[in-house]
């Protein structure tokens, strides 16, 4: 019957309104302090909950001592204190674990939940001072101080609620979750700490921002803390609104292009146009099914369509997605051209076009001759074109895929730095492509073109990456099959590849790169091949250029040789060409204002056309001279001959050597000079000469660096000569390196040497004897025209090239000064 009756007054309890229960709370009196302004009240604690002064809120009872405590004070209707526990985790709070600040309340009738908790409304009435607990069980009370509050506000007291007020409306304004009649309640408070509280519940604060204003008991204080949190809080919902506006905006322009697009489609659907999008994928998947892809390029591609047909149509990934698969389906994976194995006509070709580049020519046609008996492995050669500009490596390049028969494409990697130029940038990055080697691959449209990479030693790395590192995947065979792009990521085939790479100098190229390379070296022009390029091919281009080819200009031979010598300096034939432009157009012009013009152009006549000699060349001696040999040289330019010029002077046994002369030349000079005292006895020389006398050796143009060691015997015979006073045979020039027992080494550029000393006029050459291998391309007329020796040792240099007659008195150190005061 109880259980009944007690359940009945639950069913009732629910009935009531929150009104009803809110009234209940209200005729709840305060307790009446005593004389000392004391009051005892038993205590609920609270956990994660802070109430405010003549604030309502819901708590939930659950512990046993708290739910003791709310009957005892509904029983003798007397409101309890609520302590806020420092540790929310306790549930067995000592009397430490509690903050010195409470709030006396009025609890209202329990009500039991679901789960089994018990739930009642407070109102908090006024802030009260822990001074004691009485006792702690089987409930917690206290002894404690009622704090009152002033009624009334000051200056500075009204300026901080203003404040608050204006803050509060705006975040009523923001916050959707404050009622706007919040704002209006808070305007009817004229107390400053009720305001406080009131505004501090509304607000969704911290709850450690809810016990600092719980803590502070001076109004004025409590509303400027409240007011720095609500100039926060403002901050943030205004935040939040505009991030919400933004949001809300992006998601109507999105619905409103939805609809529209969705209005488009139909729009298109019945005029029978079919949908943009929809048309563009299926153009794709056509283009894939047309195109000839390899097994894995094709399953990529098709996944990558698959992922393009469920994105939508303005979806950032679209873009990037299409250009991808267009990369892959534009690209040479199996169109290759058919090869021309005629060697016959190969050689025609390469010779109509170049003159001269026999080893060139050469590996090109024995190529085509292995090509042509249908090996089972082939192999594409990786050629390097090495030498100095003008030379024709590039044009060669040309040459050798019209006689081929393939497409010829040229990529410059001159000043490259960063290795994406070569692999490509990964699709992760914005604006992404593959690298100069698949862009030129596509370019080239076959899968086997004559690749032609420029200026290989010309790469650079720095930060980015080393260019040169990621070229050795591309020009080794055993890699290049299955070449990876970062872009791509997917393996495309090399290996039919006829790639070509010039370079002006071996020496900046990796060797690992290198090595990969097989290197075929250019050598400059010489003066004879100058003459037939430019008879073959300069003149009749500039003559067509120029619009004069119906007047049969010619060009005397001595003419062009006059060019050649006087007007430029280099290896190639560019600098030429530009000279004979300059006279065609001269030609040209006259013949425009029908003025008298030459039909031949001779030597007289270049003087008047160029301007004054622009190129002086060394010249041999006029006569035998004692000190003074003529050196030849190589240079990019071609072969030069020197002059090494040595004077002997008082000094302490000096050797001085001037001229911009490189480091491994002074040393060839230091080996000549201890070679000449080892053989002082047999040359008729004073040892007392090396430690009284200096000797200075020079090479004139100091402007120009020199260095090597093909100078040694040069620098020897002068120093004999200058200590022997035996002149040097003005026509016998020599180059060779010396060693110091008197061997002479071979030494490179023998043939523009050789040629260098025919064109200055000498008659006797000096060559190591192993070098006479090297005479072999050279020219008959300079052959037959220079009687060239070969020589093994100093000894044989020394008689070939000096006189046997002393013309001048050969120099010796002054006998020191007699001291006549010294004792006898």
């Not at 071996?506 to 008879?535: H, S």
């Amino acid at each position: 019957m109880n259980q009944q009756t007690n359940w009945n007054e639950e069913e009732d309890n629910f009935d009531l309104t929150l009104s009803q229960r809110t009234e209940e709370l209200y005729r709840i009196p305060n307790m009446e302090p005593n004389a000392d302004g004391l009051i005892e009240a038993v205590v609920l604690p609270l956990r994660d909950l802070v109430i405010f002064p003549r604030m309502v809120s819901p708590v939930f009872v659950g512990r046993e001592a708290s739910l003791l405590a709310v009957q005892e004070a509904q029983q003798k209707e007397q409101t309890v204190i609520g302590l806020t526990q420092k540790d929310p985790e306790l549930d067995q709070p000592g009397t430490d674990d509690f903050l010195p600040v409470g709030v006396e309340m009025a609890v209202g009738r329990l009500l039991n939940m679901p789960d089994g908790s018990r739930s009642a409304l407070v109102q908090g009435r006024k802030r009260v001072e822990i001074l004691e607990f009485l006792h702690v069980k089987p409930y917690l009370k206290v002894r404690a101080r009622v704090i009152h509050e002033t009624q009334t506000a000051d200056r500075q007291t009204q300026a901080l609620m203003r404040s608050a007020l204006s803050l509060f409306e705006r975040c009523v304004q923001l916050d959707r979750s404050i009622p706007e009649e919040a704002h209006l309640f808070a305007l009817n408070i004229s107390e400053p700490g009720w305001l406080c509280d009131m505004i501090a519940t509304s607000l969704s604060l911290t709850y450690e921002a809810k016990l600092r204003l719980l803590l502070i008991l001076d109004p004025k204080t409590r509303l400027g803390q409240l007011n720095n949190l609500l100039a926060q809080e403002v901050d943030v919902l205004e935040l939040e609104d505009e991030i919400h506006s933004r949001v809300q905006s992006e998601v109507d322009k999105n619905q409103r292009e939805f609809y529209l697009r969705e209005q488009m489609k139909q729009i298109q659907n019945e005029l029978g146009e079919g949908d943009v999008f929809s048309r563009d994928a299926s153009d794709l998947k056509k283009k894939l099914d047309a195109a000839n892809l390899p097994e894995e390029p094709k399953k990529v591609a098709l996944k990558e369509l698959e992922r393009l047909n469920q994105m939508p149509p303005m979806a950032p990934e679209v873009g990037m997605i299409r250009t991808y698969i267009d990369w892959i389906v534009d690209l040479p994976w199996n169109n290759s051209s058919p090869d021309n194995l005629d060697v016959k006509n190969a050689a025609k070709i390469l010779e109509r076009d170049h003159y001269g580049l026999k080893k060139a020519k050469e590996r090109i046609l024995e190529y085509i001759a292995v090509r042509s008996l249908k090996p089972k492995k082939e192999r594409q050669p990786i050629l390097c074109f090495a030498g100095p500009p003008g030379v024709g490596k590039t044009s060669l390049g040309r040459s050798i895929a019209d006689a081929l028969g393939r497409k010829f494409v040229r990529v410059s990697l001159g000043g490259v730095r960063d290795e994406a130029e070569i692999r490509g940038h990964r699709r992760t990055y914005i604006g992404a492509l593959p690298g100069r080697i698949i862009q030129t691959m596509k370019r080239a449209g076959t899968s086997n073109p004559l690749f032609m990479l420029d200026e290989i030693d010309k790469l650079y790395s720095d930060f980015r990456g080393d260019p040169a590192s990621a070229m050795l995947e591309v020009l080794d065979p055993e890699q290049n099959y299955a070449f990876s792009d970062h872009y791509l990521e997917l393996p495309f085939d090399l290996s039919k590849v006829m790639f070509v790479t010039t370079a002006n100098s071996l020496a900046n190229i990796p060797a690992p790169l290198l090595d990969r390379m097989e290197v075929i070296d250019f050598p400059g022009y010489i003066e004879e091949e100058k003459l037939e390029i430019a008879n073959r091919y300069l003149i009749p281009r500039q003559i067509e250029e120029n619009g004069i080819d119906n007047l049969g200009l010619t060009f005397e031979p001595a003419a062009l040789q006059r060019m050649i010598r006087e007007y430029t300096y280099e290896a190639g034939v560019r600098n030429l060409e530009r000279e004979i432009g300059r006279v065609s157009r001269k030609v040209a012009r006259l013949k425009a204002e029908a003025k008298k013009y030459p039909i031949s152009i001779a030597p007289d006549m270049i003087e008047k056309l160029l301007g004054p000699q622009q190129v002086f060349q060394s010249e041999a001696e006029r006569t035998d001279e004692v000190g003074v040999v003529t050196s030849l040289a190589w240079t990019e330019t071609g072969g030069e001959i020197m002059l090494v010029e040595v004077a002997i002077i008082e000094g302490k046994g000096g050797l001085q050597m001037t001229g911009q002369m490189g480091e491994v030349m002074q040393e060839s000079g230091q080996a000549a000079l201890t070679y000449i005292k080892s053989r002082a006895a047999a040359l008729k020389i004073d040892l007392d000469v090396f430690e009284r006398l200096d000797i200075h050796v020079h090479m004139p143009e100091g402007g120009i660096p020199k260095d090597g060691p093909s100078a040694g015997i040069t620098m020897a015979t002068a120093i004999v000569s200058a200590l022997t006073g035996r002149p040097v045979f003005r026509h016998v020039g020599m180059t060779g390196e010396i060693t110091l027992r008197g061997r002479v080494l071979p030494i490179g550029g023998v043939r523009e040497k050789v040629l260098a000393a025919h064109r200055a006029g000498l008659k006797t050459v000096l060559l190591p004897e192993k070098n006479l291998k090297d005479l072999v391309d050279l020219p008959k007329t300079a052959k037959s025209e220079l009687k060239i020796i070969p020589i093994k040792h100093m000894d044989d240099v020394l008689a070939l090239a000096l006189s046997k007659e002393v013309t001048i008195e050969p120099p010796r150190p002054k006998k020191p000064m007699r001291d006549d005061n010294q004792d006898d």
